[in-house]
């Protein structure tokens, strides 16, 4: 049931404030202590491996920024295809986390069997509880994103950052460690931000118009918004089939930026965090060659930054370290209204299953 959505798509977008509060109160006591399941202690932990596919692999991404600075502890992110294949080394200490939507995805499920043996603690953070991945795990992370029928992944994606970040405070509390400021107070803003970043519709809606037209397109992004950019660039071509490609911003120069002209859009998003001049700064260097850019940021990037630039998304400003979660809203707006503009099929996009089951 499509709830009066025109698509499941824009229904699991728009399902995403509570999606998401509804992740952290399964997750959060009334004094805001992180409760997790018996079996996951990180006193114990000495250093993560974080394995997925697509947009869940996108998640990983980021966590890395999250459990690296708030927690201290470093992190290995793969793609399950090649981790599988790649017999690589596991040191003592290590939480193996699989990251899944359907908990079926058939590499994600080998990359665990052979993390059997190997890492101290195997944990499944999954959407379908019941999953084989959930299955074969020590410790279970259900998401509690409700059931995510479109292809794309939108939904799971935002509850899949709200619980890796999660556990990254719990990581830096176990080691004694102080948490990024308003933290983690500020994680009780989360759906009311999501909520008003959803209004942000109208205006996507009339970029993408203009984008439809795009045989290519980059997205931009610095720290944890660099994963955002590949999943802005990923949801586009799954969507609306036109090519699409994220890029590290400060990796412009060493390459793409020879791809610049005017017939390629760019979407830059830069919140006014403490990366933001040097993403401005690479914006500057693409709209010098004729580059045709959309930022998204904040009021106060905007003020800032909005000279020269096609189009302004505006979001809510809202504290750095959930930057990426908010961030990957516009990003799904933008595949979404895209391939309205296109006539795509939104919900069940050409060559693609919802879950993987096979290599
Ligand atoms: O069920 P999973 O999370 O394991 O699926 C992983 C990918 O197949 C999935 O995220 C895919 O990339 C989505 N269609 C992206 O929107």
């Known amino acids: 049931d499509k709830d009066g959505h025109k698509h499941f798509m824009a229904k699991e977008i728009a399902e995403q404030p509570v999606a998401v509060d509804t992740a952290l109160k399964a997750y959060l006591d009334e004094n805001d202590a992180i409760t997790l399941p018996d ?31 708030i927690a201290r502890l470093p992190v290995e992110v793969d793609v399950a295809s090649e981790f599988r294949y790649r017999e690589p080394p596991v040191s003592p200490g290590t939480l193996a986390l699989f990251v899944s939507q359907s908990g079926e995805t058939a590499d994600t499920l080998a990359a665990l069997l052979y993390m059997r043996d190997k890492a101290d603690v ?16 020590d410790v279970v992370l259900p998401i509690h994103a409700g059931p995510e029928i479109s292809v794309a992944s939108t939904k799971a994606f ?32 989360l759906p009311g931000l999501i909520h008003q970043s959803l209004a942000s519709e109208a205006q996507i809606a009339a970029a993408c118009r203009d984008l439809a037209n795009a045989r290519d397109i980059i997205f931009l992004g610095r720290g944890a918004l660099y994963p955002l950019a590949l999943e802005g ?57 004729g580059g ?36 990957a809203i516009p990003a799904q707006q933008i595949a979404y209204f895209t391939a309205i503009a296109k006539g795509t099929d939104v919900d069940q996009p050409r060559n693609l299953a919802k879950s993987v089951t096979v290599e």
């Open 39 to 69: 079996g996951l202690d990180f006193t114990q932990i000495e250093r993560l491996s974080l394995v997925a596919c697509g947009t869940a692999y996108y998640a990983c991404m980021v966590a890395k920024y999250w459990f690296e600075t």
């Open 233 to 289: 660039a990923l949801k586009l071509k799954e969507l609306s089939y036109i090519h699409a490609e994220g890029y590290a911003s400060g990796e412009l120069k060493h390459g793409p930026i020879a791809l610049i002209d005017e017939s390629v859009p760019v979407i830059v998003m830069a919140p006014k965090d403490a990366l933001f001049e040097k993403t401005i700064s690479n914006m500057q260097e693409v709209m010098a060659r």
């Open 122 to 137: 195997i944990a499944g953070l999954v959407n379908v509880p019941e999953s084989s991945i959930a299955r074969e795990s």
């Open 158 to 189: 935002t509850c899949q950052l709200t619980v890796l970040l999660l556990l990254a405070i719990k990581a830096a509390k176990a080691k004694g460690l102080p948490l990024p400021e308003g933290m983690p107070d500020d994680l009780h803003a």
């Open 292 to 327: 045709r850019v959309v930022l998204i940021t904040d009021a106060d990037g905007a003020r800032e930054a909005a000279d020269g630039t096609a189009d302004v998304i505006t979001l809510p400003k809202v504290p750095d370290t959930l930057a990426p979660i908010l961030y």
